[in-house]
């Protein structure tokens, strides 16, 4: 099955691994991406489908020094050499937009810090100046919110001007839309809060005007139920049923695939939201161990997913496709290069040879 090609929309997958969307903050101070980064990503074609790191859709959103952006020429005019060397050596990429709301800094934004409410992350993020803790963000204001869907429209016309094959709105691991669907980062009392069904409907707003600038045939969504990060603290059970009605909402969109972060690949709930969105699934089995061919294989095979999503031994096997395929030893990820600029622990993972 892993080898199987897959359509989800118009996009072309030539197998069923998914490169995982992974932030390497290798970006130019301004967000532009660069040619190492075009290499990176070039290296790593043969994946089924590419999803690129996490990408601001405006400097606001930005969570990380080095992430890239999306959000002017500028950044379309550099992203075009990544989606080119990828297209060029037969594959597909789409990029994911990603706001981070709360998990920002106006050390690195020089912007105010947003949110659904005005609660506090945890914990402490790189700036220029040293690690600093997270401030409070402010509470969005009603009418910040209701711009929202037009910021994310015009920033997936931008992807699709730069050449990517799609884009994945990022709803999980703790971000922007994944702070409006959890209770303890949502405390609106106002029709954006959980009590008016407020978070689901600005996830299916900003979705369904991306669908409408560039076709939903081009738009997936990454939800995370249950995989608490960035202070996000929701019982599983409550987040997974949050996310089937989120599917049903977002069923009349057509979207092209619903992307998971999900551990628990032995209950229904990638089906039950493929069958609700009437959808292709890509599965991600989580941050605790780095997912293996076994699991990967398990995942497929079980018909839990249409594709299984790949992060860290990606970033260490550039031809993880090949290696999989033939039962090959694979190099292992060096954590501590994750995030530091330059090649080292980024191009400079070797290939088999041949
Ligand atoms: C270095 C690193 C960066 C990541 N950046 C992102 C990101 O930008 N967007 C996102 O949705 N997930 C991100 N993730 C989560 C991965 O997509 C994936 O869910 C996680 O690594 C678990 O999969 P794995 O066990 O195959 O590595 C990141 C993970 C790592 C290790």
Known sequence: MMWQPAQFGSIRLRNRLVMAPLTRTRANDDGAVTELIAEYYRQRATAGLIVSEGTWPTLQG????????????AHVDAWRQVTGAVHSAGGSIVLQLMHGGRVAHPAITRREVVAPSAVRPPGHVRTASGKQRFPVPEAMT???????????????????SAGFDGVELHAANGYLLHQFLAA??????????????????????????????VGADRVGIRLSPGNNVQGIDEDY?????????????????????????WARPGDSLSRDIGSAAQTSIVVNTGPATATTREEARAVLDSGAADAVAVGRAFIANPDLARRWAEG????????ATFYVGGPRGYTDYGVLPG
């Open 328 to 335: 090959r030893v694979e190099n292992h990820p060096d954590q």
């Open 237 to 261: 059970q409550t987040a997974a049923d949050g996310c089937r009605s989120l599917a049903l909402d977002l069923r009349p969109l057509g979207l092209a695939y619903i992307s998971l972060v």
């Open 142 to 160: 009603r009418a910040a919110i209701a711009e929202l869907p037009l910021m994310y429209a015009k920033s997936a016309r931008r992807a699709i």
């Open 184 to 213: 303890n980062t949502n405390l609106r009392g106002d029709e954006y809060g959980l009590e008016a069904g407020g978070g689901r409907r600005v996830v299916t707003e900003v979705a369904q005007a991306v669908v409408d600038e």
């Open 62 to 73: 930005k969570s990380y020094l080095g992430q890239p952006g999306i959000a002017d020429t």
